[in-house]
Nanobody
């Protein structure tokens, strides 16, 4: 079974940057959207960013102007460049691949921003 594997999370200070990656362990066909979601303790999961068709991006209001989503479809990989990180960005970040047959989720990677 194909899995999504995230990497790049960690512990950083406010203002620093991180780059998350999410790669599929095998081939996935008909991907039309890739994305990132996050969930902080005690809070609901929220949209971080999606990229549809390779060019149409959408961002959550709290990350606009700071985060950038991109993808390498040949590698079945999606990236999230996170700049100017804030303590409120602390969460588990999970990637998604949406296909016409269903959705794949990664297990998540922890991002912690502390002073």
């Amino acid at each position: 079974q194909v899995q999504l594997v995230e990497s790049g999370g960690g512990l950083v200070q406010p203002g620093e940057s991180l780059r998350l990656s999410c790669a599929a362990s095998g081939s996935i066909s008909n991907i039309y959207q890739m994305g990132w979601y996050r969930q902080a303790p005690g809070k609901q999961r929220e949209l971080v960013a999606t990229i549809t068709g390779g060019t149409i991006t959408n961002y959550g209001d709290s990350v606009k102007g700071r985060f950038t989503i991109s993808r390498d479809i040949a590698k079945n990989t999606v990236y999230l460049q996170m700049n100017s990180l804030k303590p409120e960005d602390t969460a588990v970040y999970s990637c998604t691949f949406r296909t016409y047959g269903g959705i794949y989720w990664g297990q998540g990677t922890q991002v912690t921003v502390f002073s």
